[in-house]
């Protein structure tokens, strides 16, 4: 439950969540806890005007996105919001939602949910009084840059949603956080979710050895060092780095091909290893990497990555646990997530669905997130309690001082 000194400030407006269809499940859960911890929080003021509606069976507004028999499409609200904070969940990468065509099936892809989401933004013809967005994913993050003759998606997808109106944007993990300065005057938040991988990872693992002569941390590649080194300073332990050789003169899959992988760090023999990156897409690149760590004779190999698309299928995972490459998998519940992930053994999931629901509820009251942002006491506390005891609990309790 949030820190209730923080939340004592009269609230921007009527708190007002809008979870389009590819984000439902998360925002049904966000959606939980803040009818939850906002029945039971107790305001001297909770009778004046300002706290109208503070506590309520649900804070979803209704909202869909109706297509024509041509595809097109359009956004309409079933509830007012009018002078209301409203939060907006959405999952562009979300692959399992369909809509008809001219009578045929079609999957809806990235292009689709990002159209959807600015048509609802549309729908409230400037009522909201404040609009935020919450894209876990960063719709085309990875077009963060420009080679030769290519089009800066990213930025003009974050000018686009300013100009729609839009206050605020927060995102996990961003491929490139620097993406950020397309819109210098307005909020944008990137929010690492190392405290629940490490949760995680200690809640599901009892025989972790936390120090560098026993585990690693590895970087598959330069872009995702600063990453490896937040994780491994606060484990205690080393870090490693692969990098990639690629072959500039061919593009594959609009890429360059990866040639081999290069490693530079110390030697990993008999230590449990914890590979990270901001992405699983199709898993090739990451299980590239594992291998050549268990060819260097680590013990175990763990995978941690925000986003989890698996574009390439499971199967490549099982086979990689059947030979022993990898331990386990964990990624996040930010994006879809397929019910036969869950079926396998290698697999375990962070939920971030609390951690928004805080944000949220914090935002919504005006009140700082620097210290939800900062999550290193909590994490020191929870590695002293795995120490201690060889295993965490489910809920985090703050160290009395």
Partial sequence: MPNEKNLNTIPVGTLGLIPLESCASLGQKVNQYLTEWRAERSHAQSTALHFSEYSKDSYIVKAKNPRFGSGEAKGTLQDSVRGTDVYIMVDVVNHSIEYKICGKTNMMSPDDHYSDMKRVIAAMAGKANRITVIMPFMYESRQH??????SLDCAIALQELVG???????????????????????????????????KTLLRTTPDLTL?????????????AMNRAIYFANHLGVDVGMFYKRRDYTTIVNGKNPI??????????????????????????????????????????????ATFGLFTAGLDIFDQAKAE??????????????????????????????????????????????????????RIQSRIQEYKEFGTISDNYKAPTV
């Fill in 324 to 377: 022993g490459t990898i331990e386990k998998v964990i990624t996040t519940n930010l994006t879809y997530q397929d019910p036969e992930l869950f079926n396998h053994d290698w697999y375990e999931s962070a939920d971030l669905s609390k951690y928004i629901a805080t944000l949220i509820d914090h935002l919504n009251h005006n009140a700082s997130i620097s210290s939800l942002l900062d999550q290193s006491e």
């Fill in 211 to 223: 120090d560098s002569d026993h585990m690693m941390v590895i970087s598959p590649d330069e872009g």
């Fill in 164 to 198: 729609l109106g839009v206050d605020n944007i927060i995102t996990f993990d961003a491929h490139d956080p620097r993406v950020q300065n397309a819109i210098p005057y307005s909020g944008f938040e990137n929010i690492m979710p190392t405290y629940q991988f490490i």
């Fill in 145 to 150: 840059k420009r080679s030769s003759r290519e």
């Fill in 259 to 304: 040639v081999a992988h290069e490693f530079l760090g110390d030697s990993v023999e008999g230590k449990d290893v914890i590979i990270i990156d901001d992405m699983i897409a199709s898993g090739e690149s990451m299980l590239d990497v594992a291998r050549q760590l268990k060819a260097r004779k680590a013990r175990r190999v763990y995978c941690l």
